[in-house]
């Protein structure tokens, strides 16, 4: 079975100080993706990564980075210098390979509400 | 533009009525997806659909039903047997062979309020 642990429910952190979401997951699938969204209080989810099971990099966006570790299962969402506008709830998702039955399923995790107080 | 239309935004319902919730995608994506989503919580997946004709229960499919007519359209109708029906759903949608792996692109979601 597939699944996203986002331990964390609610942080909050004076602006400018570096924030980083923690997401675990479990499936059986050796090919899987893992994605992260942000849901700002608008509601619409938008897309901000996704890693592919085969590839350990770590990633670097402007002030986002992703650590992605697969022997400890983990894929580690971190914000520096974080600004008010980084306030929303960001989830961590799971999906299995494409064409399999199960492939299509996204799993989410239950989501890490962030806060960036002035 | 390209993307995904959900409506209404706001939908209010008689307890014991059923409502259609409409999720249109012009992406021309093979996937869809229905997610409900109570205050402070996550997602939960409903239904989802591969392809036109066929669909899936996702892990709370009780007092939902959905059709896959049309590739670019996955209503979801929330029936009297849904005890709880007041929440926020979302719908997604993403491709698939040649997109392997790619996001779900999500609508802006529908609010429903029992009243």
């Known amino acids: 079975a597939q699944k996203v642990t986002q331990a964390q429910t609610e942080i909050s952190v004076v602006e400018k100080e570096d924030v980083t979401l923690d997401c675990v997951y479990e499936?059986?699938?050796?090919?899987?993706?893992l994605f992260w969204y942000k849901q700002p209080p608008s509601g619409e989810l938008v897309f901000l990564i996704r890693?592919?099971?085969?590839?350990?990099q770590n990633e670097i966006s402007g002030r986002y980075s992703w650590n992605f570790q697969k022997s400890t299962s983990s894929f580690n969402f971190t914000i520096t210098a974080s600004q008010v506008v980084d306030s929303a709830v960001y989830f961590c998702?799971?999906?299995?390979?494409?064409?399999?039955?199960?492939?299509?399923?996204?799993?989410f995790g239950s989501g890490t509400r962030l806060s960036i107080r002035p | 533009d390209g993307g995904i239309t959900q409506s209404p935004k706001y939908l209010f319902r008689k307890e014991g009525q059923n409502v259609t919730l409409s999720c249109e995608q012009n992406?021309?994506?093979?996937?869809m997806y229905w997610y409900r989503q109570d205050p402070g919580q996550g997602l939960r997946l409903i239904y989802y659909?591969?392809?036109?004709?066929?669909?899936q229960k996702g892990d709370i499919a009780e007092g939902y039903s959905v059709s896959r007519e049309k590739k670019e359209s996955f209503p979801l109708t929330v029936t009297s047997a849904q005890k709880n029906p007041t929440a926020f759903y979302l719908c997604?949608?993403?491709?698939?062979?040649?997109?392997?792996?790619?996001?779900?692109?999500f609508g802006q979601g529908t609010r429903l309020t029992v009243v």
């Open positions: 997604a949608s993403t491709g698939q062979g040649a997109s392997l792996g790619t996001e779900a692109f």
């Open positions: 499936t059986r699938d050796t090919t899987y993706y």
């Open positions: 890693r592919n099971s085969f590839d350990e």
């Open positions: 998702a799971l999906s299995g390979p494409p064409g399999y039955s199960s492939a299509s399923k996204i799993i």
């Open positions: 992406l021309n994506h093979d996937a």
């Open positions: 659909s591969q392809i036109v004709n066929d669909f």
